[in-house]
């Protein structure tokens, strides 16, 4: 009965207009801030290092097949899903080193709240708390976007680069990058709330990342991959 | 009038401790400002946060403008404006994006947030900087912006714990000003542990030790109650306690320097005129003659160890 009074109550339209808000100041603390600027390119070079790393040796075997085989047509493989969803690619080793970056993201979304004492303009405001939340989480989200946008780069250069691309391949590699990262935000945003030191909250959201992203990996994943 | 502010049996208690305070029963009239005034710990700043819903009472509770506080907490708390102790400021937002967003935080009509925001900080002296990132104001200019917070929707109950706190005497004065001035259109509660400032600004007084109201009245009641006990006299030439000891009324002489004296006397008034003339008759030269209004402690000694009014 909740859920659906809840949901009834989403489409208020004074609701959503508060959790924009709240999501508009969060990314303005974001962005003001260097923090989020910093991740962001940190996390472009790194998918660059990751590209490059496996761009390269593919390029070089192609020439080599070329010049010895004259008959060589392609690579039997798909070679988006080399470039993009293989062991040390860039989408999985993103996925890997995610444990790095969103425990940062997300360090200081409730506890530099309750640290600033800006929690008791809040709470003496008449938002609730599900707004509170819900509009943080939006914030996140909307960064999240920006980082799938700079692996959208790379997607766009393959998209020059490689003849036949599987569309399909990389939009749903990229969907499934989206909702884990959003997942893993999530992780981190209720390990901000549970404590007021940003390096605890840090520290915690790190290890369930870091656990989490070693879930399955290793066998299962070249059974994806591979089909074996 | 009007009740604006109402508590019935409002207690707390943080995990493990004593109670922080017990049975507060209050009630705040329409307009003018109501004096919280305790010492460190007296339990003021829980009292506060519990009216402003920043804190969950663990019993008791808070109507605003008659309406349940934690029944209905959206209604109750579109009619309150808090200044915590610390001023709850963005320090990466500059003055404008703040205040546009602590109205918008109180469903502020986005038509109407605009005249507010310049009304605001017309009223708060903050026009000439509303570019400013809050990071790099002072401390005196912070505290305004958490003043201009507090009263941009016009709530009609402002809550302010210990707004002068850290400020110096240039700016104390301009903040008693603001306070006043915002007194006359709103309910002001306002806490301090210093007894001078309470008095200059308030009407009524609330006092606090060990989390229960020990005195409760107007600021008139209080100054009746509150008659000196002391004078201090100040002298050129040092005074010998026993000519002192023969003035009418002097019941008990102190020297705090040699020049320096702390006079008991025992009610009438009339004693610093009666102290002038024992000076000239003895050429003690008297520099000054003034009621000590006694600390704040013994005030809340003497308070506390009697029975709650």
């Not at chain 1, 990314?27 to 660059?48: D, E, G, K, M, T």
Request: hydrophobic share 45%; aromatic share 10%; charged share 20%.
């Amino acid at each position: 009965m909740y859920s659906n009074s809840y949901l009834l109550n989403l489409y208020n339209k004074i609701e959503v207009k508060i959790i924009f808000k709240i999501a508009r100041t969060e990314l303005r603390n974001l962005f003001y801030s260097p923090v989020a600027w910093f991740l962001a390119i940190a996390f472009l070079v790194q998918c660059a290092v990751f590209y490059t790393n496996s761009l390269i040796p593919y390029a070089k075997w192609q020439d080599v097949y070329i010049n010895s085989t004259p008959k060589w047509k392609d690579f039997d493989s798909s070679l988006t899903a080399v470039l993009f969803l293989s062991g040390d690619s860039i989408i999985s080793s993103a996925l890997q080193n995610l444990y790095l970056f969103v425990p940062l993201l997300t360090m200081g979304l409730i506890s530099r709240e309750a640290n600033n004492g800006t929690i008791k303009l809040l709470y003496s405001s008449p938002v609730k708390v599900r707004h509170i939340v819900l509009g943080k989480y939006l914030a996140i989200m909307v960064y999240n976007m920006m980082l799938v946008m700079i692996v959208g780069i790379f997607m766009v250069t393959a998209f020059f680069n490689i003849r036949s691309l599987d569309y399909g391949l990389l939009l749903s590699a990229v969907l499934g990058f989206y909702l884990l990262v959003c997942a893993y935000t999530a992780i981190g945003m209720f390990m901000s709330s549970l404590t007021n030191y940003q390096i605890v909250s840090a520290i915690g959201s790190f290890i369930i990342v870091f656990v989490l992203g070693r879930i399955g990996g290793g066998y299962g994943r070249n059974m994806i991959l591979y089909g074996t | 009038m009007s009740i604006i502010l109402k508590t019935e049996g409002l207690s707390h208690r943080y995990a493990n401790a004593s109670w922080a305070i017990r049975d507060i029963n209050l009630e705040i009239e329409q307009y003018g400002i109501v004096g919280l005034l305790g010492t460190n710990g007296a339990g003021k700043s829980t009292t506060m946060n519990i009216i402003c819903g920043a804190l969950n009472p663990t019993a008791g509770k808070v109507y605003i403008n008659g309406i349940d506080l934690q029944a209905e907490p959206e209604r109750a708390k579109k009619e309150i404006g808090f200044l915590p102790q610390n001023p709850p400021l963005y320090p990466d937002l500059t003055i404008d994006e703040f205040l546009t967003y602590s109205a918008e935080l109180r469903f502020m009509e986005p038509r109407t947030i605009k005249r507010a925001l310049e009304e605001v900080k017309e009223r708060c002296g903050l026009t000439h900087i509303s570019s400013r990132l809050i990071a790099n104001l002072s401390g005196g200019y912070k505290q305004r912006v958490g003043i201009a917070q507090a009263i941009i929707h016009k709530p009609k109950l402002v809550v302010f714990d210990e707004p002068t706190n850290g400020l110096d005497p240039n700016q104390l004065i301009e903040a008693r000003k603001l306070i006043k001035e915002i007194a006359l259109d709103h309910a002001v509660l306002l806490s301090s542990h210093i007894l001078t400032e309470i008095q200059l600004l308030c009407k009524e007084i609330i006092m606090i030790e060990g989390g229960k109201i020990v005195f409760s009245d107007t600021m008139d009641a209080f100054n009746n109650y509150m008659q000196p006990q002391s004078v201090l006299l100040r002298t050129e030439i040092p005074a010998q306690g026993a000519e002192l000891l023969k003035v009418p009324g002097v019941s008990k002489v102190e020297f705090l320097t040699e020049r320096q004296v702390r006079i008991y006397f025992d009610g009438d008034q009339a004693i610093t005129e009666r102290l002038a003339s024992a000076s000239m008759q003895h050429g003690w030269r008297l520099r000054e003659v003034s009621f000590d209004k006694g600390l704040l402690d013994d005030v809340f000694k003497q308070l506390s160890t009697q029975p709650i009014q």
